[in-house]
């Protein structure tokens, strides 16, 4: 995420080498993202930016990409992107449509409703100037979240989603903010795992997506799982239906039931030697459902450092 503040023109320039669309007359600017480099770009949440530099220390290497998450209705977080840009990190908003009308949440979206809301917060985006990767609604094939497919009409749900994506990204196309690169991002799972809950029917089309994205975790105890065994079934299904860019937008593993030094060991070893089309990672640095921070354990910090010192990993984006 930190980095020295670098002039926009210069980051478009690092962008361009950081994605897989492909140039044409018609390229907006930041667009042309052809993916042609080797490596991966490190990114964080780190609950919280008052956390950033002791992150970025701990782990011994600057953040190309800091994750935040913004709420429905909360408005465009000058502030924090401020503080992520001057760091010279490219922001990542996670953005969560956690909107009172539960019910048909992505009908609602979809027709309009929030289009005040939408509009002031992309057009506050765009004015901002800067490049930022927004996130919106992820973990669709879930069951977790107002957004998802199961709670839209189970069935109907993937339809209702794309339909609702594909409204955000025309706001987006129709106020011309192309700073703004738009991350669809599914969970590596599908829950439920019924027929029609699978990524590619959420898939709103290659014209509507600028990165791919895909997020999951090392759960432990009775479900633990390597890296690769986590994400390889996932990262084949969206290899397969585009060649835009892809990013882990969150992964991190627990302590409990297995070696977690020897697993984040493993699982960057992974990401450079089985997983070449992910550009970018995020740890998702916090002790919540489980302790998935870098320095849960001394052994856990040491490797995470450690495997972040290969020149593969870049604090660049």
């Known amino acids: 995420m930190p980095k020295s503040v670098l002039p926009y023109f210069f980051f478009l320039f690092l962008l361009a080498g950081c994605s897989s669309v492909s140039m ?3 390229a907006l600017p930041g667009d042309n993202l ?16 008052e956390n950033l530099a002791s992150f970025e220390s701990l782990s011994g290497k600057k953040l190309a990409v800091v994750s935040i998450y913004i709420h429905w209705p909360n408005a465009f977080p000058s502030s924090e992107v401020d503080q992520i840009y001057a760091n010279g990190s490219i922001p990542l908003l996670t953005w969560e449509p956690w909107i009172a009308n539960q019910s048909g949440t992505l009908e609602s979206i979809a027709a309009g409703s929030y289009e005040s809301y939408v509009r002031d917060f992309m057009q506050a985006a765009k ?6 990767l927004l996130r919106f609604a992820h ?3 879930g069951n977790w979240y107002p957004w998802d497919g199961f709670h839209n009409g189970a069935a109907a749900g993937p339809a ?4 609702a994506w594909q409204y ?15 991350v669809w991002c599914v969970n590596n799972t599908n829950v439920p795992s019924d027929s029609w809950n699978n990524i590619a029917a959420y898939f709103p089309g290659d014209d509507y997506v600028d990165w791919l994205g895909i997020d999951g975790y090392n759960w432990g105890y009775d479900d633990w799982q390597s890296f690769h065994q986590a994400f390889s079934a996932g990262y084949a299904q969206l290899t397969a239906l585009s060649n835009k860019p892809l990013m882990v937008g969150e992964f991190a593993a627990a302590e409990q039931g297995g070696d977690k030094a020897a697993w984040i060991t493993a699982a960057l070893a992974d990401l450079e030697n089985s997983f070449p089309r992910v ?8 002790n919540k459902e489980r302790d998935w921070r870098i320095d849960s354990s001394a052994s856990a910090a040491a490797a995470y450092r450690d495997a972040l010192q ?3 990993f870049s604090d660049k984006i």
């Open 24 to 26: 044409t007359s018609t």
């Open 34 to 49: 052809d993916g042609n480099f080797t490596g991966c770009a490190t990114g964080a949440y780190v609950n919280g930016l």
């Open 127 to 132: 004015n901002w100037q800067k490049p930022l």
């Open 139 to 141: 973990e669709m094939n």
């Open 160 to 163: 209702a989603y794309k339909r």
């Open 168 to 182: 955000i990204y025309n706001v987006r196309a129709d106020l011309q903010a192309t700073n703004i690169k738009l």
């Open 279 to 286: 550009k970018l990672f995020c740890w998702f640095n916090i």
């Open 310 to 312: 290969k020149a593969y």
